[in-house]
């Protein structure tokens, strides 16, 4: 690949940006921060479209005149950028000087060719909200905006050649299949083109509409928004003004855009290139939207999803975590609080925060915090070892398909493996039996695999998986990944020291409201309470649901310094590591504990016992000979439902 170019849409700067602008700006960001990492000539671009009637109108509510407008929007737009680690290259504001030049540059010259000519628009136009609809548009014939009646208005204006392009464009696209991805998309556009293609108003005369750009041969008209913005993808790079760079740069390898501006992209966008004279971008692939859980997202509906606050709130490196596992590209995706809070526990905090923190430990424990040596593999180590090499395989496909969610899967898939690995090989008793050797292939097996999945996850979550880095040992020079590295096993070098780990993602406790039972419940409170039904201790079976029991594995258990009745235990429920204190000290000693499977009460508030926080409680039977824990039959796994 000799060089790669991908831009955002540039946004609209009526308003301040939302989790839709979001998403876009952070794919195209990990697309950026991969291709460099591959070493391969990147140039990001976005930045915010500052013409026409929207702004114009925004402008107008406010009292302030445009230009007021874009100054104060457009740094909302950059600190969010800024905020959410977005590495752009450059950012195009459309109602700057180099931008407009250019765009005047070729209206000229296509009005010299004889691409744009002069003609009468006909069409509806209501004068109190000064604007043109289309049929469509119209409710019952009548403004959509204030139910007035339309006036037929026939307005001299500047049209661009479009339509004579309709059979070349067909052809072109039944030609590059590549070109308007996903399929469905493709087949959209390609259906809106079995319609006759007219030629493309590209004027507004300055009576109605001054907020744009001059056409530089009418002074009386400026530019229509569109045709002004798309121009920024190839001004930029340096079409006019710097043509080695635009050589090598253009043409661009995506645009990236939602699937409401699809038509300005694959049907204007590709004819005024054609006339431009130069070559068409790569692939033009349309997201699907976000909805807020079932509906669309809006203003008037006051369910806008402010990116912001969800960085405030949860961490920037969550957020864009979520936001491209949750997105199949192409296709619309649904966010609510849960859903977010959901994924972060599952995948972020109770798999790959806690593997990593089991690793760790492991390491500090029983190796005095060095990167362990690695003894003769076994088969169980060579499994793990071919499943993180196929997640890179994965992710690397993902990537180049645009299938991100199907990327990050396959790295959460490769961490969910570590954690079973662990239960196959149990370390803490290899711990228990001294076996060194093994007990160092193992940790550094699950080290190796972690690092791997660290740089996987790099472009998604800068921070954090530098931190991750470090923590392995993977010192400031290493925090960013070598792509190669991640084909190579046995990076890591034994004898390294490892950091100290301060919870990467802590989970997210939500408030469940025990103090507002439902009125169901409220009623049957009250018959077991009430006057008809003597208290007899009886509990009902819903009361015994609300304990949740599970099994758990000990791996670790002290002693806690000045306190001889309570020990301090690790245990995992499943792939999460829990830490619980146990008033069993003068019934069990820490190393009898190791590896058995309790029962534990997992719902249970967290407390702090001897400033040492529990979560969670076990269970034990107590009779005249002392203590017995509650243990599973058999071979219980871990995390398995008691009840
Ligand atoms: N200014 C034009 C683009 C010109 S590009 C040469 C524009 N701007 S916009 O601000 O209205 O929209 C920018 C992008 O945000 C579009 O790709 C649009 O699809 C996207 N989104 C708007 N709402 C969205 C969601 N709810 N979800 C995902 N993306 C959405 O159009």
Redesign the pocket.
């Known amino acids: 690949m000799k060089s790669f170019y991908i831009t955002?849409?540039?946004?609209?700067v009526?308003d301040k940006p939302?989790?839709?602008?979001a998403?876009?700006t952070i794919l195209a960001d990990v697309l950026a921060r991969y291709h460099r990492l591959l070493d391969v000539p990147t140039f990001f671009l976005t930045g915010t479209?500052e013409h026409g009637q929207?702004v114009a109108e925004a402008a107008k509510a406010k009292g302030i005149e445009p230009i007021e407008q874009c100054e104060t929007t457009v740094v909302r737009f950059r600190e969010l950028w800024e905020k959410l680690e977005i590495t752009n290259d450059d950012f195009i504001r459309t109602t700057e000087d180099r931008h407009k030049r250019v765009v005047q540059e070729i209206l000229q010259r296509l009005y010299d060719d004889g691409e744009i000519y002069k003609a009468n628009y006909e069409g509806s136009y209501c004068t109190p909200c000064e604007r043109f609809y289309t049929d469509k548009d119209l409710v019952e014939g009548r403004c959509p905006e204030c139910n007035r009646d339309v006036d037929t208005i026939i307005e001299p204006n500047y049209f661009f050649r479009m339509g004579k392009e309709q059979e070349w464009l067909i052809e072109y696209i039944d030609n590059h299949p590549e070109f308007i991805q996903p399929a469905h998309r493709r087949n959209e556009t390609l259906g809106f083109l079995r319609k006759p293609l007219g030629d493309l108003c590209i004027s507004r005369p300055k009576s109605r509409l001054s907020w744009g750009i001059e056409l530089p041969f009418d002074k009386d008209y400026v530019c229509y928004?569109?045709f002004d913005?798309?121009i920024?993808?190839i001004g930029v790079p340096g079409y006019g003004s710097d043509d080695s760079r635009f050589s090598k740069f253009w043409p661009a390898t995506y645009h990236?855009?939602?699937?409401?501006?699809l038509t300005?992209?694959t049907v204007y966008w590709p004819i005024m290139l054609k006339a431009i004279g130069i070559d068409l971008p790569q692939t033009i692939f349309a997201?699907?939207?976000?909805?807020v859980g079932k509906d669309?997202?809006g203003k008037s509906l006051g369910n806008v999803v402010d990116p912001m606050k969800m960085c405030d709130d949860y961490g920037i490196d969550a957020f864009r975590y979520f936001l491209l596992a949750e997105m199949t590209p192409g296709n619309d995706a649904s966010f609510t609080d849960k859903a977010f809070i959901d994924r972060y526990n599952t995948d972020l905090a109770d798999n790959l925060g806690n593997m990593l923190n089991r690793a760790v430990k492991l390491i500090h424990r029983y190796f005095d915090g060095r990167i362990p040596e690695a003894g003769p593999e076994e088969d169980v180590d060579a499994q793990l070892k071919s499943v993180t090499f196929a997640a890179v395989e994965q992710m690397t496909d993902a990537l180049g398909s645009m299938k991100l969610d199907r990327g990050l899967d396959a790295a959460m898939g490769v961490v969910k493996e570590c954690n079973r690995y662990f239960e196959q090989t149990a370390p803490w008793i290899l711990a228990k039996e001294k076996n060194t050797e093994r007990l160092g292939t193992v940790l550094y097996t699950a080290a190796e695999s972690l690092r791997i999945v660290s740089g996987l996850l790099f472009p998604i979550m800068p921070t954090k998986m530098a931190a991750m880095r470090e923590v392995l040992g993977l010192g400031e020079d290493k925090a960013t990944p070598k792509l190669a590295d991640l084909s190579r096993w046995a990076v890591l070098e034994s004898g390294t020291k490892i950091q100290d780990l301060h919870s990467l993602f802590p989970r997210i406790e939500t408030q469940k409201n025990e103090s507002n039972p439902t009125k169901k419940n409220k009623d049957k409170h009250k018959m077991n309470d009430g006057k008809d039904a003597p208290d007899l201790g009886v509990i009902d079976i819903s009361d015994v649901g609300k304990v949740k029991l599970k099994t758990a594995k000990i791996i670790v258990a002290e002693k806690i310094e000045g306190a001889d009745r309570i020990l301090r235990l690790e245990i995992m429920v499943g792939s999460e590591q829990r830490q619980i204190i146990a008033g069993i000290a003068q019934y069990y000693s820490p190393e009898e504990l190791i590896g058995k499977t309790i029962v534990v009460v997992t719902n249970l508030k967290p407390a702090t016992i001897r400033g040492v926080e529990s979560n969670g409680m076990l269970l034990a039977a107590k009779d005249k000979d002392g203590l017995h824990l509650i243990t599973a039959d058999g071979n219980c796994e871990s995390g398995a439902e008691v009840g």
């Open positions: 955002t849409p540039i946004y609209y009526n939302h989790i839709g602008h998403y876009t479209d929207k928004v569109w913005a798309l920024n993808y990236l855009i939602g699937k409401d501006i300005t992209h997201h699907g939207w976000w909805l669309k997202m």
